[in-house]
T-cell receptor
Framework: DQQVKQNSPSLSVQEGRISILNCDYT??????FLWYKKYPAEGPTFLIS?????DKNEDGRFTVFLNKSAKHLSLHIVPSQPGDSAVYFC?????????????FGEGTQLTVNP | NAGVTQTPKFRILKIGQSMTLQCTQD?????MYWYRQDPGMGLKLIYY???????DKGEVPNGYNVSRSTTEDFPLRLELAAPSQTSVYFC?????????FGPGTRLTVL
């Protein structure tokens, strides 16, 4: 039962273009969503988040969009840079549950070509 | 702050051996977590703790044990290692809604 799914294992874009990473979820109780970035041989690092009461959150080159009716969120990176090449994980949580546990998607490997 | 530290970085175990993966955080976070990541998969929660003396099972707890005697430390114990436990293990601690991850321990069971 995969409650958070990232259907694209990989994405390749040219430097300067937009990268769009997608994530779908099935649990309607999720009310907080996060994106993490992971480089090889390192732990994931927090990138950006969004509460279910919003539909957009922006931080510099990174914007997360949430469509609650479709149970879908996306991460936009504009403009993409070679240093953005990493695995991106979508995660979701129910804030009020014990431990505020995160449920992760499988990850999308983003490659930004110079 | 060192953040979340994990030791060892790498380990090879034989089937049936036991070991403890160490995790320490110096941010005074109450919440701590253990995840495993298998190739091509997301992170799966093994155990978590909401404070010293309190632990609970996550999604995939079988074959593991934890303890939380202090706020700083959250060790993960494998008693009888099996090949299915070959994975990369990440420890994390939380403040607010953000989790901070350690660098991971790569474990191979042969």
């Amino acid at each position: 039962d995969q409650q958070v799914k990232q259907n694209s294992p990989s994405l390749s874009v040219q430097e300067g273009r937009i990268s769009i990473l997608n994530c779908d979820y099935t649990n309607s109780m999720f009310d907080y969503f996060l994106w993490y970035k992971k480089y090889p041989a390192e732990g994931p690092t927090f990138l950006i988040s969004i509460s279910s009461i919003k539909d957009k959150n922006e931080d510099g080159r990174f914007t997360v969009f949430l469509n609650k009716s479709a149970k879908h969120l996306s991460l936009h990176i504009v403009p993409s840079q070679p240093g953005d090449s990493a695995v991106y994980f979508c995660a979701a949580s129910e804030v009020e549950t014990s431990g505020s546990r995160l449920t992760f998607g499988e990850g999308t490997q983003l490659t930004v070509n110079p | 702050n060192a953040g979340v530290t994990q030791t060892p970085k790498f380990r090879i175990l034989k089937i049936g051996q036991s070991m403890t993966l160490q995790c320490t955080q110096d941010m005074n976070h109450n919440y701590m977590y253990w995840y495993r990541q298998d190739p091509g998969m997301g992170l799966k929660l093994i155990y978590y703790s909401v404070g010293a003396g309190i632990t609970d099972k996550g999604e995939v707890p079988n074959g593991y044990n934890v303890s939380r005697s202090t706020t700083e430390d959250f060790p993960l114990r494998l008693e009888l290692a099996a090949p299915s436990q070959t994975s990369v293990y990440f420890c994390a601690s939380r403040t607010g809604s953000e989790q901070f991850f350690g660098p991971g321990t790569r474990l191979t069971v042969l």
